[in-house]
C-alpha cells in the first residue's frame, strides 16, 4: 500500500498571503489528521477530519482551516500568513474503521517558510 | 491541562549500548499512548500501548506501559548508528465514552545519537 503524500514538500510565502496545503490518506483510511511542527512547540494537533467531517479541532486560530473530500483526502488553508507559521506541517491518516488499530500514519510533511 | 513529557530530552551513547527513554502523562481521559521515530521528516510508527504491564517487543526495540504511575518506557538494546533520531511519545485522549477525539498530544521528544 502506497503510505500518506503530501503535496507540495516545500512552499516560501510571504506574510499575509494564504496557503493550501494537501493530503492524500492510504488508500482505505478515511481519518486525517493535520499537525504544525515546530522546534519550539514540537507537534501540535490542528484538526482531525472523518467522512468529510471535522471531528476535533486543536488550539490554533481561525486563520487555520481545513476540508476533506468524499475520496478522503483532505487539504488545510493558511490565510493571512504570519511569520510565526513557518513549520513542518504534517498529515497523519488512519483507519477507524478497525476497532483494534487506532495508530496514525504520517505523510513526509509540507515545509512552510513565510518571509 | 493534558500534557506529555520525555525525558531525557537528548542522550549520547555508544554503538552496543541499552538506552531507555521515558515517557510520563497526564491526560484526563487516556486511551493509549504510541512511540514515534523520526529522522528527517515522516515520524514512523514503533509501538502503541492500550494495557499496564504488557511489554511490546520488535526487535531491539521493547515498550512497556504503567497506567498507575502514568509513564511508559522505550527500551533499545544493542544501539547502533542508525538507532540515531528523535524518539516521540504521544497519548491520544478519549471521550467520556472511550471513543477516541481523533488527537494526539506529543512530548517534545528525546533526541537519541549514537557514536561508532
Known amino acids: 500500500k502506497a503510505g500518506v503524500t503530501q503535496t507540495p514538500r516545500y512552499l516560501i510565502k510571504t506574510r499575509g498571503q494564504q496557503v493550501t496545503l494537501s493530503c492524500s490518506p492510504i488508500?482505505?483510511?478515511?481519518?486525517v489528521s493535520w499537525y504544525q511542527q515546530t522546534p519550539g512547540q514540537g507537534l501540535q494537533f490542528l484538526f482531525e477530519y472523518f467522512s468529510e467531517t471535522q471531528r476535533n479541532k486543536g488550539n490554533f486560530p481561525g486563520r487555520f482551516s481545513g476540508r476533506q473530500f468524499s475520496n478522503s483526502r483532505s487539504e488545510m488553508n493558511v490565510s493571512t500568513l504570519e511569520l510565526g507559521d513557518s513549520a513542518l506541517y504534517l498529515c497523519?491518516?488512519?483507519?477507524?474503521?478497525?476497532?483494534?488499530?487506532?495508530?496514525?500514519?504520517f505523510g513526509p510533511g509540507t515545509r512552510l517558510t513565510v518571509t | 491541562e493534558d500534557k506529555v513529557v520525555q525525558s531525557p530530552l537528548s542522550l549520547v551513547v555508544h554503538e552496543g549500548d541499552t538506552v531507555t527513554l521515558n515517557c510520563s502523562y497526564e491526560?484526563?481521559?487516556?486511551?493509549?499512548l504510541l512511540w514515534y521515530k523520526q529522522e528527517k521528516k515522516a515520524p514512523t510508527f514503533l509501538f502503541m500501548l492500550?494495557?499496564s504491564g504488557i511489554e511490546k517487543k520488535s526487535g531491539r526495540l521493547s515498550s512497556i506501559l504503567d497506567k498507575k504511575e502514568l509513564f511508559s518506557i522505550l527500551n533499545i538494546t544493542a544501539t547502533q548508528t542508525g538507532d540515531s533520531a528523535v524518539y516521540l511519545c504521544?497519548?491520544?485522549?478519549?471521550w467520556g465514552y472511550g471513543g477516541s477525539q481523533g488527537n494526539l498530544i506529543f512530548g517534545k521528544g528525546t533526541k537519541l545519537s549514537v557514536k561508532p
Open positions: 497523519a491518516s488512519r483507519d477507524r474503521g478497525r476497532i483494534d488499530s487506532y495508530e496514525q500514519y
Open positions: 491526560v484526563t481521559n487516556f486511551r493509549s
Open positions: 488508500s482505505g483510511h478515511r481519518s
Open positions: 504521544a497519548v491520544e485522549p478519549s
Open positions: 492500550t494495557s
